[in-house]
């Protein structure tokens, strides 16, 4: 049995940067959690301070419910993959797998015949005398994957160890790490900055951005429901349409969303309606993937959006096409630079959205929000999380279409795969998951 519980936990590095931001988390026992978010975002801080080798600056860590603060790494039960392989060159691939067990006093007998039953399994049974300068790349991970396997440890902390890699063996790694883990029932914490790693191999992915915890679920919750405006931007391929929409309500009939020149029509009947009919007068965001817009005939009525295209990307087995509809995009930065249009965000009737992502709280396991907020807490005072530009609506279509840039181009919207967010970038929901 290995779990781990994150209470409160901020570490601030003595220039005064904040790394991670009262992170409260919970993983169970054998399960594959993957921490997910770009670069910079505190991932793995956070797999450091569990295994010990950085010390939080508040908050507690427990494994298996006992505190382990006062614990030095090597008495955590904790095995950790790196990015970087970190092999030693001088010893065969045999000898890197056993040099744990070697550590712990294991005999030489028994301790070969682990060390050949988890090459084995890794597939590098051939290449036991080998050094790793004579390994390919994805060969030297399998090496450092099994000197953590080989140990049996109750954690694997596995930090981006497939980001060096061509992307046909990373695909075929990842299915190997997830089943081997998941037959070895081994709690695993997986920090990657690709999303296709987060929603192939986890049981759960926790997002993270700029150290603060924003939203903790399956791939099927956290992609189908972010809860917040950035998870929603984070998340799919492509990305979400995030449109600028001002919301008016017309009692017990529906509440049109406004685009500026065109405007969807969500019904009363809507288990949403009456918590986006909170907002009327006001502006918010509405999200749509691609996979809710499907291109139908230009007389077609109902929900439709019409625009005309204004460029077109084809990727083998679908085009995108990306339309004009005379609306407003949100975009939001990954990072949360202050790099912005000043002009853009000053002028807005959307302003009070500006500061949105300043203050995208996250939720935990247990479904509580995040409360400690980064450096700045005002929203007003700080707009510059997002900037605002002509929409350009996704749109899938099929491979190579009989259409070019500037042919128009009509989209039924399905109005239950809409997503809503408010001026701080929360979700608007009738309730969570």
């Known amino acids: 049995m290995s779990t781990v519980s994150l209470k409160d936990v901020t570490k601030v590095w003595p220039d005064g940067t904040v790394a991670v931001n009262n ?6 026992d054998g399960e594959f959690l993957v921490l ?23 908050g507690d860590i427990l494994l298996n419910g006992d505190p382990v603060l006062e614990l030095a790494p090597r008495d955590r039960s904790i095995a950790m993959v790196f990015q970087d392989f970190a092999l030693y060159p001088h010893m065969t691939v045999g000898d890197n797998i056993g040099f744990p067990l070697k550590l712990s006093g294991v005999e030489p007998h028994p301790r070969g015949e682990r060390v050949g039953d988890v090459a084995a399994a890794l597939g590098i049974g051939d ?26 440890p109750g954690l694997f902390l596995m930090d981006e160890p497939l980001s060096n890699l061509d992307s046909g063996l990373r695909a075929e790694l990842r299915a190997e790490i997830s089943s081997l883990t998941r037959e070895l029932g081994v709690t695993t914490m997986y920090v990657t900055h690709d999303q296709a790693e987060a929603l192939t191999m986890a049981d759960r992915v926790a997002i993270m951005r ?37 919301v008016y309500v017309h009692l017990e009939r529906y509440i049109e969303l406004n685009f500026g020149e065109q405007a969807l029509y969500l019904p009363w009947t809507d288990i949403r309606a009456r918590a986006v009919a909170h907002y009327h007068g006001e502006r918010i965001v509405v999200g749509m993937r691609a996979e809710a817009l499907t291109p139908v005939a230009p007389d077609v009525p ?34 949360g630079a202050r790099q912005r249009d000043e002009e853009a965000v000053t002028s807005s009737p959307f302003k009070r959205i500006g500061g949105a992502l ?41 491979p190579y279409p009989a259409v070019s840039p500037g042919h128009p181009l009509s989209v039924a919207v399905r109005m239950d795969a809409l997503h809503f967010f408010d001026e701080r970038g929360d979700r608007i929901d009738v309730g969570w998951r």
Do not use: W
């Not at 992170?23 to 169970?28: A, H, P, T």
């Not at 084809?314 to 509809?325: N, V």
């Open 127 to 152: 290449v036991l005398r080998r050094k790793p300068s004579q390994l390919s790349g994805g060969q030297r991970q399998r090496v450092a994957m099994g000197r953590a396997i080989v140990r049996r």
């Open 210 to 246: 700029k150290g603060v915890l924003q939203d903790v679920g399956t791939p099927t919750e956290v992609y189908g429901r972010p809860a917040t405006l950035y998870v929603a931007a984070f998340l799919g391929a492509p990305r979400m349409n995030l449109l600028e929409a001002a």
């Open 358 to 398: 300043q203050r995208l709280t996250g939720r935990s396991n247990g479904g509580a929000v995040q409360t400690k907020e980064p450096e700045q807490t005002s929203v007003l005072n700080d707009p510059g999380r997002h900037h605002r530009r002509p929409a350009e609506l996704g749109v899938r279509l099929a």
């Open 36 to 58: 997910l978010g770009p670069s910079g975002c505190g991932k793995s801080t956070i797999l450091r301070m569990i295994a010990g080798l950085e010390d939080p600056t508040e």
């Open 23 to 28: 992170v409260s988390l919970d993983v169970d």
């Open 302 to 335: 109902g929900d439709v959006l019409r625009g005309r295209i204004r460029y077109l990307e084809h990727h083998g087995h679908e085009s995108l096409a990306y339309l004009d509809i005379g609306a407003t995009a949100i975009v939001v930065d990954e990072m």
